[in-house]
Each structure stands twice: as C-alpha cells, then as structure tokens.
C-alpha cells in the first residue's frame, strides 16, 4: 500500500483507505445478519495481511503472524519477485487462508514489478519503462477492460500453478474498483473461479456517491454472493501511521473493542524491518509495528476473550456452504 505522511485523522467510512486518505477506513452498515444464511448476530474479525509476497521481509513475517494464530488469512502479490518464495510455504501449508492479491499498479519508485501476462499482451497496463502505472488513478485512465482481465486471471492461474489453495480474492489499493467495466471484471473472476471477494453487503448514500463504480454493482453481486453461499464483509477496518507502537497498539484495541455484530476484515501490513524494506518503503517503522502487535500468540486469547471469533474467508465459506 503507499505511503501517508499527512497528519492522522479518521477517514471517512468507505473506501477512504484504497483511494489515498489514512487511519481508518470503517464502514458502518445495519445491525442485520452477516450473511444470508447465517441469522446468528456474532463478532466475527479476520485479521488480515496485505502484501504478502512483495519482499523477503514481508514474507518472513506474515508466515510468523499466521503461525502465531492472530493472523486468520493473507493475500499474495503474484506480480512481485518474492512471490515464489511465498508460494512455496503456502502450497506446503494449506492449513492457512490465503487470497490473490489482484495488482494492477506499481507504487514505490525504487522497487517495481510488471505484469505476469506478459507486457505484450497487456500493453495498456504498463508504463513506459514497462512497468504497471504508479498509480490507480493512471490504471483507470490507460487501461483497457480487456487486458485487465487477462492479467488478473494471469495472476490467479500463477498461483494455482504454484499449488495456493486460493482461498479468496482481494485487490492491491483498490484499482480494481477504479472504473465500473474493471469491476465487473473483478466481480467476473470471482465467480467464474467460484471464490469470496472483498466485497460489502452496504453503504450509505453518501458513500454510495462517493464511489459509484462499487454502488452501482453492489447489490446485484451481494445478491449473487449470497446465492453462491460466499461469505460478504460487513465492515472494513484499515489503519496508517502513526509511526509510533503505542499510539498504533491503542488505535487497533480501541477499534476491535468496539467492533459490532457481524463479519469485520481488519487490514494489516506486516514485515520485518530492516535495510531491505526500508530501501523500498518510508512505511517500513510501521509495517514492522503491525508484525510486533499482531504475532504473540497473547493477543489472540485477548481478542476471544473479547467475545470475538477469529475466522478466515476460508472457514466462513466453509460454514456457509455445510
């Protein structure tokens, strides 16, 4: 995810977090059931790793946080150099939740990653020095429908050649939700491949116009969700800076103190500092923070005794689909 160095503040509820604010992206929907078939009013909470795959220290890392049991699913950048080695843990250990992290743009100035289709096949996709585009906004500007969807099914058909028990789908800043014809692509893929995506059941009407590309497709594909029996997210909770430990331990107890009946994905990034990650990004203090606090295996036992159950994408479709 990009760096913030602004001044923290809460973010809006919504998609705040994919799109360049910080802090917290959470959304408030409706006291209702989580899933269509699950009538039980229950804290669910995954906790959940992004970039799994970017870097060596990212790797290490996330494996730790989910042998720690805090950790309930992850998502690989099959886009990235180190992604083999990820792939490679996660084909021995099929135990562990692990989603595609769909990727369409390249963000860091120093460490770049081109497309898995191949740049001849995907030419909108890439930059003139044959990268993916720095940004999301330059993916909905250049990139072709088309070509999205060949290198987004390039990416999950790399990691079920490498053995992943794909588990769900997820996207790298939010550029899948960039444009309403990439969407459908993303909502496409899901359910061609019959897999749970990062997808809410509700928005308010505020947020509704914020984001008319998700609004528009919302209802329908939580429809379609439902009938597949694949779990649907309730709230998203996702935090930048500061990069202080205490300040970011308080900030993460206080949000899943207050979490409300439903499922929640709590969005972490976790790697191990060093001159590796701190040679690719300026978020390398608070990376490193997220890993310190979310792999002792003591803060699982303080989430459950919380009232919270910790779950994956994998259980929950599982428990659907009984």
Not at 175 to 181: E, F, G, P, Q, T
Request: proline fraction near 4%; hydrophobic fraction near 40%.
């Amino acid at each position: 995810m990009p760096d913030r160095s602004k001044r923290n503040r809460p973010i809006k509820p919504g998609f705040s977090s994919w799109s360049g604010l910080f802090l917290i992206a959470l959304l408030s929907m409706f006291s209702s059931v989580s899933t269509a078939a699950d009538s039980q009013l229950k804290k669910k909470l995954i906790v959940h790793i992004d970039d799994a795959g970017m870097c060596h220290a990212a790797n290490v890392a996330t494996i730790r946080a989910l042998e720690s049991g805090v950790v309930t699913s992850t998502s690989i950048m099959m886009n990235c150099s180190w992604a083999k080695e990820f792939t490679d843990y996660a084909r021995q250990h099929p135990e562990f939740c692990y989603g595609v992290h769909l990727t369409l743009n390249s963000e860091w100035s120093g460490y770049r990653w081109g497309p898995v289709a191949g740049r001849d096949k995907v030419p909108s996709l890439v930059d003139p020095d044959g990268y993916l585009w720095k940004g999301v906004a330059q993916v909905a500007e250049h990139a072709k429908a088309s070509e999205v969807e060949i290198e987004l099914r390039a990416q999950i058909e790399l990691a079920k050649q490498h053995g992943v028990p794909i588990s769900h789908l997820d996207t790298h800043m939010g550029a899948v939700m960039s444009r309403l014809d990439i969407v459908e692509v993303y909502i496409k893929l899901a359910m061609e491949y019959d897999l749970p995506m990062l997808w809410l059941r509700s928005m308010s009407q505020e947020q509704k116009s914020e984001y008319p590309h998700f609004a528009a497709t919302m209802a329908r594909t939580v429809d379609q969700m439902d009938q597949r029996k694949l779990p649907v997210l309730d709230y998203l909770l996702q935090f930048y800076g500061p990069d202080d430990l205490v300040v970011r331990e308080t900030i993460y107890s206080d949000a899943i103190d207050n979490l409300k009946d439903g499922i929640s994905l709590l969005i972490i990034h976790s790697a191990l500092d060093g001159p590796e990650l701190e040679a690719i990004t300026t978020s390398h203090k608070r990376r490193h923070q997220d890993f310190e606090l979310f792999s002792q295996p003591e803060q699982k036992e303080s989430i459950i005794k919380k009232g919270i159950e910790l779950t994956s994408w994998k259980q929950l479709t599982k428990n659907l689909r009984r």
